[in-house]
Structures are given as C-alpha cells and as structure tokens.
C-alpha cells in the first residue's frame, strides 16, 4: 500500500495556550480570560485560542490514515517548543514532508517514522508539533495496511513484550477544582485532579496553605462520595515549581512541606509534579537528586514527577541515568515524533521508573486516541485523559479508545470476549 497525497488542513486543539510566564508573574483572572500582557515570545495575550493541523495520509487503497500536529497548553516554557504556528506547519509539511512521503510504499512504521523524525527544514529539525502530527498518521497508515491496531503495530515492531490492556487514567481538574473533583469521584478515575497549581498567592498559599486545606479536602470528598469502599484514586498534583518559589528552593523545608501534604492525604498516595523549577535542565536533575534523596531519607511517602526541563528523549535519558525522580512524565507533544514517546516509555520502564504517558489538555481526539494505543503498547504506569478540562470528553475519548483496542486484542487472540460477540 502506498502514500498517494499527504493533505494537511487547520483545525481546533481542545483547549488554549496559555503564558505560563505571565500566569506565574500574577496575571489575574477576566472570566476565562487574563489580564495583563504577555510575556513569553510568540504569545499576542496571556491565553489565546489552541490550534492544530490534521494531516491525512491518503492510501492507494482510498484509507486515510489521520494524525494531528498539536502544542501544549504552555509553549515556550520550561525548554519546550515555542508557540506553534498552524500556517508555518503547513508550509513544512507541504514542502519538506510531502516529498519525502509520496509514492512511499507503508510496510512499517518505526523505519518510516525515524525519517521523518530526522528530516531537516533549514537549519534544524522539522517543527516538534509537525512532527508528532505526521508520525501519528504513519502509525495509523501502517495499522491500515497491516489490518491491525495502531497498539499492535508498536507491540510487534518494538517488541514489547506487553499485553494490551487499558491503563490507568490520570484526569486533569483546570481551575474548576472542586466540581470537576466530584466528576471524577463519580467516574472513579484511577489518578486525579492534577489540580492546577500553578500560582503561589492564588493556588498554593505563600505559606503552602491553600493547597494543604484542597489535600485535605479531596481526601475527604473521596471518603464521603466513592461509589464502592475500595476505590482508591491516586492523588497526583502539577504544581508548576511554585512549591519551590514558595520556600525559597530550600530543600528542607520543601521536603517539610511535603511531608505534610503526604499526611493530608493519607491513606491516599500522592504524586507531585514538578514542584521546584531551577531554570535549565543540568539544575533541574541537580535539584531533583537532592530533594529526592532528602524525601528518601526522611521516610516521606510522595514521589515526585519531573516535566519541565525534561522534554525530548535524550532529556528523558539524562534524568533516567541520574534518577531524577520517581514518575517521568513523558509529554508527547514535546517529543515530536511518536516514536521518540515509545521508545521514552520503554526506556523508562527498563530503568525501574514510572512511566507516565502524558501530554496536554490542549491536544485533539485524534492525537489522544494515538496517545492510547501508544500507553498500552509499552505498559505506560498512567495516561492523561486528554484532550480539554472537561474531565469527561478526555475520560471518554482516551478510556473507550483503551478499552476498544483491548477487545480487538482478545480477539485476535482468541481470548473470551464480551456477551455481545459471536
């Protein structure tokens, strides 16, 4: 089967991007929108309207192969990608990847993939969200022409060794902290609220009290709503390093502070993202071995989940070889093709860490049904329920996509299947 046209068109991401700088420096709130100027290259306002660009893949056979080119909700921040430019995509996608894509015949992905991942457009790669939009269309291209799932395609080209099953889902509260808590209570989501902490003053306290009282609170919420007694969600926080802007990046009292939000939670588990940004990667590892080895030593119950500053694979194998922390959160827009997030996650699990498989509020169905065939390929530990902050719409796209994929995989397998099957 072979690639025939490659059309490409701009489409809506499920959410915004935002100036993480500009949020952080105290823009406040105007309804959903901010109020002050940006402050990050590439942002016109603080929040502005998400955007993609779909690529299709059309087949010999008349398929069409889909994949969507898609940024984070905070560009430009912590190392990543700057702001995404749906025109500029476009422009790449027609004049470097067209070429190197038509009359090509679809026997694989990881080969095809790799090219594309490697290609160079002036003076460097391709653009990381161009190239996580055409890797996804070869994947799904390669799943086409081999009649199978995209989760089977990586399972036999990486060998992976891993049963197809769903993983667990990671929901994302947004600034609806509370309501949106009680959703996924209801859903009985396996990770939450991720929470949103992304100001000291606003979200976390000055004194970290703010976001004490909400572990407490969720704790709670969980004990008087659960629908059955043994449900147990996993308490994961994204803090933005304002944990460390709060204490003066002193590790002690950081891990003080820890240790409190650990006993609010209790008997929950907790994870906490990001909670100190030390401004450059080699600082970043740095600080994350000391406050890791301190948590160790003082018998502190969290684990602590690198993002920032850890945003393609060869950052990924750096933070893995010091153990610079205990969760990696493997963002997959960040790593532009998908074939550097399978071979992060797989990296990650060999090494003994915890592999999570994320990305962004701000990315598309497409791109987050790819996302889970991508988790249960290589075993992922968590995948974020994406795209939006609707908490239901990511549930629902990423969890029934998991589920689909793992009813295929029986099947061919000839394992018991469903009442519904023949």
Not at 78 to 88: D, W
Not at 275 to 302: F, K
């Amino acid at each position: 089967m072979k690639i025939v046209d490659v059309v490409c068109e701009p489409v809506r991401s499920g959410f915004y991007r935002d100036d993480q700088a500009a949020i952080r420096a105290g823009a406040t709130h105007d309804g959903f929108l901010y109020v002050g100027d940006a402050l990050t290259p590439g942002f016109r306002t603080i929040r502005e309207s998400g955007t993609a660009v779909s690529v299709m893949l059309v087949l010999s056979d008349g398929q069409v192969a889909l994949g969507d080119c898609a940024e984070v909700q905070y560009p430009g921040a912590g190392g990543r990608a700057a702001v995404f430019s749906a025109p500029e995509a476009i422009a790449e996608i027609r004049d470097h990847v067209a070429p190197l894509l038509l009359g090509r015949t679809v026997t694989g992905f990881r080969e095809l993939a790799g090219e594309v991942d490697a290609d160079r457009s002036g003076d460097g790669l391709l653009g990381t969200g161009v190239r996580y939009g055409v890797t996804q269309a070869l994947l799904h291209a390669a799943a086409l022409a081999a009649g199978m799932t995209m989760a089977e395609v990586v399972q036999g080209e990486y060998r992976t060794g891993i049963d197809l099953v769903p993983v667990p889902l990671f929901a994302q509260t947004g600034d609806d902290r509370y309501t949106n808590v009680d959703k996924m209570i209801l859903k009985e989501v396996d990770v939450l609220p991720h929470g949103l902490i992304n100001h000291v003053g606003t979200k976390l306290g000055t004194d970290g009290a703010r976001l004490k009282e909400y572990v407490g609170w969720l704790r709670d919420r969980i004990v008087e709503l659960r629908p059955r007694p043994d449900y147990a969600p996993r308490l994961h926080f994204d803090t933005y390093g304002t944990i460390g802007l709060a204490f003066d990046r002193d590790v002690g009292r950081i891990a003080d502070y820890l240790a409190e939000l650990a006993a609010q939670a209790a008997p929950f588990s907790l994870r906490i993202e990001h909670p100190v940004d030390a401004g450059s990667r080699d600082a970043q590892v740095h600080s994350y071995v000391e406050l890791r080895r301190t948590l160790a030593r003082r018998n502190v119950p969290v684990e602590l989940v690198v993002d920032e500053w850890c945003n393609t694979l060869e950052d990924i194998e750096v933070f893995v070889a010091a153990g610079a922390a205990d969760v990696i959160h493997v963002k997959m827009p960040d790593l532009g093709g998908i074939n550097n997030t399978i071979e992060a996650l797989l990296h990650v699990r060999r090494n003994g860490l915890t592999a999570y498989c994320g990305g962004t509020c701000n990315e598309t169905d497409i791109s987050a049904r790819v996302s889970a065939h991508v988790a249960m390929a290589c075993g992922a530990d968590q995948i974020l329920a994406k795209p939006g902050m609707g908490v239901d719409e990511g549930l629902m796209i990423v969890g029934n996509e998991m589920v689909r994929v793992a009813a295929l995989a029986r099947r061919r397998a000839g394992l018991p299947r469903a009442s519904c099957s023949t």
